[in-house]
Nanobody, 115 residues
């Protein structure tokens, strides 16, 4: 059982930056991988970035070179640093955690990129 809480969303201008945070609690020893997903109205949820227990990362092609996922084990928190933001990055962003017992999701945080 894992609980996840996202924070850091908001309204930013194109070209701006934002850092999202995902604080985890519960059975943290069971987490094998964590990630950030996003979903815009009328679209399917898509993977933005992921990080494994061993520290390997992967990114959607649309965000490579602009976004960075990282983890602070001492704070039980995963971050998504978002730079050079574009209007098409606008979406609800969700963090997740994968365990042998299932996948857990936060409630999401809204990111809006607009001039």
């Amino acid at each position: 059982q894992v609980q996840l809480v996202e924070s850091g969303g908001g309204l930013v201008q194109p070209g701006g930056s934002l850092r999202l945070s995902c604080a985890a609690s519960g059975s943290l020893f069971s987490i094998k991988a964590q990630g950030w997903y996003r979903q815009a109205p009328g679209k399917q949820r898509e993977l933005v970035a992921g990080i494994t227990h061993g520290g390997f990362t992967n990114y959607a092609d649309s965000v490579k070179g602009r976004f960075t996922i990282s983890r602070d084990n001492a704070k039980n928190t995963v971050y998504l640093q978002m730079n050079s933001l574009k209007p098409e990055d606008t979406a609800a962003y969700y963090c997740n955690a994968e365990t042998p017992y299932g996948t857990y999701w936060g409630r999401g945080t809204q990111v809006t990129v607009s001039s």
